[in-house]
C-alpha cells in the first residue's frame, strides 16, 4: 500500500472517530452544565425557602432584588414583563377546619361550619407569588382558581379560601406527610406549610439534549 493510500485511510478513519468523539463530547459537557445547574436550582429552592418560611416578604421589590442576586447564575429576573430562564413559586397552606370556617365567615354562632364552608376538611392556599419567567414551568401543586389574589402580595382572604373551590389544594396526596388524625390535619388550628419551588432552563444541544429544564421544591 502506498503511502498516500495509507494517509487517505487514516483521514477517512479520523473523520469517522470525529462523528462520533465529538457528540459524545458535547454532550458530556452538557450533561455535566445541566448537573450543575441542578445543584443550582436545588440550592435556591432551599434557601428561598428557609426565608419565606420566616416570614420573609418576597412582594418586596428590596427581597426580590435579594432574591434576584441568590439565583442569578440560573437567570431568574425580577423584570416586568416576565423574562429571563428561571421561575421561583412560593406558595402557603393551610388545613381548613370548623376554626378555619370560622374565621372565614362559614360558621354559626356556636362555631359550626355552614354549608358555605365548601372546603371544611381540605387544603386551600392562603398565598401564592410566582416571581422570574412563568412560562419556564407551572407549580405541581397547581394553582388557585376563582379567587381573586392580592395583587401585590398574593394573598388570599379566609373569607375567600373557606368558601371557594377553586382555593384548594388540587392533588391532596403531595402534602399526606401531614397525617390527618381524627378530622383534622394532625397540625394546629390555623397552621400555616409552606412550600418553595424552584425551575431553571438547562442546556441545549440540538439533536442531543432537548428541553432540558432543572426542577426542586421543599416543604418548611
Known amino acids: 500500500m502506498s503511502r498516500k493510500t495509507s494517509r487517505g485511510n487514516a483521514y477517512i478513519e479520523f473523520a469517522f472517530i470525529v462523528l462520533v468523539l465529538v457528540p459524545l463530547l458535547l454532550g458530556t459537557l452538557g450533561i455535566g452544565v445541566n448537573m450543575i445547574r441542578t445543584l443550582q436550582t436545588v440550592q435556591l429552592a432551599r434557601d428561598v425557602g428557609h426565608m419565606y418560611a420566616r416570614k420573609i ?74 416571581i422570574g419567567n412563568s ?36 392533588d391532596f396526596t403531595a402534602i399526606k406527610n401531614y397525617n390527618e388524625a381524627a378530622g383534622g390535619s394532625g397540625l394546629p388550628s390555623g397552621q400555616v406549610v409552606y412550600i418553595s419551588e424552584a425551575a431553571s432552563l438547562g442546556f441545549n444541544l440540538p439533536g442531543i439534549i432537548s428541553n432540558a429544564k432543572a426542577y426542586s421544591y421543599d416543604f418548611f
Open 57 to 130: 416578604d418576597f412582594s418586596l421589590v428590596g427581597n426580590k432584588t435579594v432574591l434576584a442576586s441568590l439565583g442569578q447564575d440560573l437567570g431568574l429576573k425580577i423584570t416586568t414583563p416576565a423574562s429571563g430562564s428561571a421561575v421561583v413559586i412560593l406558595s402557603a397552606l393551610t388545613y381548613v377546619d370548623p376554626a378555619t370556617c370560622a374565621l372565614g365567615g362559614a360558621a354559626d354562632a356556636s362555631g359550626t361550619p355552614t354549608s358555605a364552608c365548601v372546603n371544611l376538611g381540605s387544603w386551600v392556599f392562603t398565598q401564592q407569588l410566582v
Open 135 to 170: 412560562t419556564v414551568r407551572d407549580s405541581s401543586f397547581g394553582r388557585p382558581t376563582g379567587v381573586t389574589p392580592d395583587p401585590t402580595t398574593g394573598t388570599i382572604s379566609a373569607h375567600d379560601y373557606v368558601r371557594i373551590r377553586g382555593a384548594a389544594l388540587p
